[in-house]
């Protein structure tokens, strides 16, 4: 990917450098492995445990991005020398406007790093409801909507469909249709059958997209997709029209990345805060393809 990149910075670190450690101050920014491996570090009962090995094509500090979020672990580098791409709001866009392989990239990754969170749901015993509105990024996802919604008003050619409550989009197991949905208005409750039974694990409203790991590979949906509210009016995107809504402008595709990393993020916390073992649990995506877009 280095041969690609013009408006984004590199660094170089040698074995056993710290890039950065988990408390530290966030300075907007994120960084892409263009070469090498590095270890990921948290605190666990007063321990430093490893949680994640990363290599090339991964990325990794993408909350650092978003909001000034102290670093929730410590990486360090675990190869001879690994090389990073610095990127940061101001150098996506940049690199975005001209290199849209770059930022067709980023969308593909953030996307099966999604479905990875989506499947530890098969590793939870008991059901939880992810808490939005007092997580520190509640701004950002209300701002995540707001642009999406915008993206639904520009695209007239969109078919919306109108559900009526309890209403379910597709079923857990159900095999995939190829869609990925935007809620256009009203509300739809995420679900996922667990030891005690089917609870709904997150809430979307207008501008929330869902059933993207469509664009894995996955045969088959990994949650249940239930209309909450009267009147929920939903629109669908096969893989070409999504990958030209992307293509149409840099400030989309940071949008859409902002999107699916927000999401992932809060999904992630509460999944772990239900089971802290899926902290150091893997889960094997060896089905899950990255999407080309």
Do not use: W
């Not at 993206?151 to 007239?156: G, P, Q, Y």
């Amino acid at each position: 990917m280095l041969h690609i990149l013009k408006d984004i910075r590199v660094t170089e670190f040698k074995q056993g450098a710290t890039i950065y450690e988990e408390g530290d101050a966030a300075d907007g920014s994120l960084f892409f492995i263009l070469a090498g491996r590095v270890n990921v570090l948290k605190m666990q009962d007063g321990k430093s445990r490893q949680i994640d090995n990363l290599g090339e094509g991964q990325f990794f500090g993408e909350i650092g991005i978003l909001i000034d979020y102290p670093r929730t672990a410590t990486v360090l580098a675990a190869s001879s020398t690994v090389r990073l791409a610095r990127i940061t709001r101001q150098s996506f866009l940049a690199e975005a406007s001209h290199n849209m392989k770059f930022a067709l990239k980023m969308i593909g990754i953030t996307i099966q790093r999604m479905a990875r969170v989506e499947l530890k749901l098969q590793k939870v015993q008991t059901g939880f409801t992810a808490d939005i509105e007092n997580h520190p990024l509640k701004d950002i996802v209300v701002e995540n909507r707001r642009h999406n919604i915008a993206i639904a008003e520009k695209l007239h050619s969109l078919r919306s469909m109108l559900y009526p409550r309890d209403k379910k989009v597709y079923n857990e197991g159900e095999k995939d249709s190829k869609e990925l949905f935007l809620v256009l208005r009203g509300e739809i409750r995420l679900s996922h059958t667990f030891n005690n039974g089917e609870v709904s694990f997150y809430n979307l409203y207008a501008g929330d997209f869902f059933g993207m790991t469509t664009l894995t590979g996955l045969e088959r949906r990994p949650y249940s997709a239930i209309v909450a509210a009267d009147h929920t009016s939903i629109c669908s995107f096969d893989k070409a029209l999504f990958s030209r809504v992307l293509q149409s402008d840099p400030d989309i595709v940071y949008n859409i990345f902002r999107t699916i990393v927000t999401y992932s993020t809060i999904l992630d916390e509460a999944i772990r805060k239900k089971d802290p073992a899926q902290t150091t649990q893997s889960v094997s995506d060896e089905a899950l393809i990255e999407p080309e877009l």
